[in-house]
């Protein structure tokens, strides 16, 4: 498997690249030891034919109250590393969203919740990590009252 784990910093127009590694724990390392830079590891195969590691579309999947999946989309594969990519992100949907996505759900209200970053071979797998964060996330906005 020839990857290579490249140092991306900054946003928008003050964006650069840092150092690349050739061990993904050489990287966390770096971004640990540099936590004033804003700075993340992005993944990149070095030769195609020698890389036999997974690739994985990234998914983003929008609930309603009960669970049912409204919408789901994904994203060019991109080589996974469990290290960099092992949590989903939930959030509830804002009432006065206004992404392209919600289009398509009828009325818009429906939508409650949406998980992002879930990489995953397929829609099936998609959903069931997709599932498991929303419920995670939906146990903690209880405990915590909200």
Do not use: C
Request: net charge negative; no cysteine.
């Amino acid at each position: 498997m020839t990857r290579i784990y490249a140092i991306h910093t900054g946003s928008y127009s003050d964006q650069g690249w840092g150092p690349v590694f050739s061990t993904i724990e050489r990287a966390q390392t770096y971004v640990a030891q540099n936590p004033e830079e804003e700075s993340r590891i992005e993944v990149y195969v070095l030769d195609d034919e020698n890389d036999t590691g997974p690739s994985y579309p990234g998914w983003r999947l929008i609930f309603d109250r009960d669970g049912n999946v409204l919408f789901s989309e994904h994203f060019t594969p991109i080589p996974y590393e469990p290290q960099l990519y092992g949590k989903a992100e939930v959030r509830l949907v804002p009432a006065d969203a206004r992404w392209y996505m919600l289009k398509e759900i009828k009325p818009k209200n429906r939508a409650h919740i949406i998980v992002s970053a879930v990489y995953a071979p397929d829609l099936q797998h998609a959903v069931k990590i997709a599932a498991d964060a929303r419920t995670i996330f939906l146990a903690a906005e209880r405990r915590s009252g909200r």
